[in-house]
């Protein structure tokens, strides 16, 4: 939702980093992997107990990724460059799980419900974006929702900084989750039928 109605508000300082990364010879595919290292490296610092270095780490991940999709827009997207991109914000995601279930383990059986409820959001994403004709900026249908990236982050941060919760609040992502897969089904019903 967030990543839907929010972006021209930070898209100008997007395209600023996209333009200055363009002129010192970085590529959108150089940009995709080093969003993944350092976003992975998130995972490492919530087992590590690092909440703020968890953090930084997460949300420069998550800029650099807004970034690479502007640089691949400004000179030649690819479909490699797209696989890159979403494998790599899935594995960015499995990261903070896995940091934070093997960080706090009363709570693993709640992050293993939150990752299942992100298999099944991206499997239909992903299917109603490959059989959809429909075109949006990105090199497939993208179909906005209450669960995006942003919101994913801020739920991750909460998990992150509130650990007392951790549990609580990602109930709470796959509620989220849950609402959206909903969402998502019910559009694909109407693009599909």
Not at 15 to 26: I, N, R
Not at 37 to 56: M, R, W
Not at 75 to 90: A, E, Q, V
């Amino acid at each position: 939702m967030l990543d839907t109605y929010a972006r021209k508000h930070v898209q100008p300082a997007v395209d600023k980093t996209a333009d200055y990364l363009l002129k010192k010879g970085w590529t959108a595919d150089g940009v995709t992997k080093t969003a993944f290292a350092i976003g992975l490296s998130s995972g490492v610092f919530i087992y590590l107990d690092q909440p703020a270095l968890a953090l930084i780490a997460l949300w420069l991940s998550g800029f650099l990724d807004v970034v690479d999709g502007t640089m691949a827009r400004k000179t030649k997207p690819s479909p490699w460059g797209t696989l890159l991109d979403i494998s790599f914000d899935r594995l960015v995601e499995i990261s903070v799980i896995l940091g934070l279930a093997f960080r706090y383990p009363d709570s693993m059986w709640a992050l293993l419900l939150l990752s299942a409820s992100i298999i099944v959001a991206m499997t239909v994403f992903l299917t109603v974006g490959a059989l959809s004709e429909k075109q949006g900026m990105k090199s497939f249908y993208y179909q906005a929702g209450l669960a995006e990236r942003t919101e994913g982050f801020i739920l991750f941060s909460l998990m992150i900084l509130l650990t007392d919760y951790l549990t609580a609040t990602t109930l709470l992502f796959i509620a989220v989750q849950i609402f959206t897969i909903f969402q998502r089904m019910a559009e694909a019903k109407r693009i599909l039928s």
